[in-house]
């Protein structure tokens, strides 16, 4: 399928390595000397796992699996959750940090037992996350223009996520959540959030470590 090769240009995106976790084995793409230095960044989330996660749904939209088993028990559907959860995040370059991300949101378990439901739930966390680093780099504007592009490009990022929510949310009787077009604008809207957070990052390395270490001590913070 298109989408599944589309998934595959995600590995043109630098990922941000996370120093305490050892990342999948299946993937090996070289990662830039600034990326070890931003590692803490809220948004490495959007990186690691958005691109991954999509081609997974994609693939499961496709074949139209069956909804995994409802129940009453909450400790049931708490573990239907989780296996759903690893389930998308196994193919992931962190599936650790991509677990706990999103788990750590399901606020109701019941909710969260549809691959789609739980795709959603990772663009929000992604667009809370991008919001506040959004955040810091306008603390930081008088930092010079550097910081007030990057601004813009994850404000940017922001918008293209949002877009891809109400995509999601929008359906018509018996529409399928992940129709062939909603696909094709997620992909469109996904890469354009990537390569907007990919141009602040390069843009930060310019400015060198002392604007990096301040924002990184903010981020830890947020």
Not at 52 to 66: E, N, Q, R
Not at 98 to 123: D, G, M, R, V, Y
Request: glycine share 4%; aromatic share 4%; hydrophobic share 35%.
């Amino acid at each position: 399928m298109d989408s599944i090769n589309f998934i595959k240009g995600y590995g043109k995106v630098q990922d941000l390595e996370l120093q305490h976790q050892s990342p999948n084995p299946n993937t090996n793409r070289q990662k830039k000397p600034l990326v070890a230095v931003v590692s803490i960044l809220a948004i490495l989330f959007l990186s690691l796992t958005l691109g991954a996660m999509f081609g997974v749904l994609v693939h499961m939209a496709a074949s139209d699996p069956p909804d995994l088993p409802s129940s009453s028990s909450s400790n049931s559907a708490k573990h239907d959750t989780d296996s759903v959860i690893k389930a998308v995040c196994n193919v992931t370059r962190y599936r650790n940090s991509c677990f706990s991300s999103i788990n750590s949101s399901c606020s109701s378990p019941q909710k969260f037992t549809n691959p789609e439901a739980i795709f959603k739930l990772s663009l929000r966390v992604s667009i809370a996350k991008l919001s506040n680093f959004k955040n810091t780099m306008i603390s930081n504007s008088n930092q010079g223009a550097t910081f007030t592009d990057s601004q813009s490009q994850i404000k940017d990022a922001v918008s293209r996520l949002n877009d891809s929510v109400v995509a999601m949310d929008v359906c018509s009787g018996g529409e399928k959540v992940l129709t062939e077009t909603k696909i094709d604008d997620l992909q469109t809207w996904i890469s354009a959030a990537m390569t907007d957070q990919e141009t602040c990052l390069d843009g930060l390395e310019e400015i060198g470590s002392t604007a990096l270490d301040e924002v990184k001590t903010k981020m830890k913070k947020s």
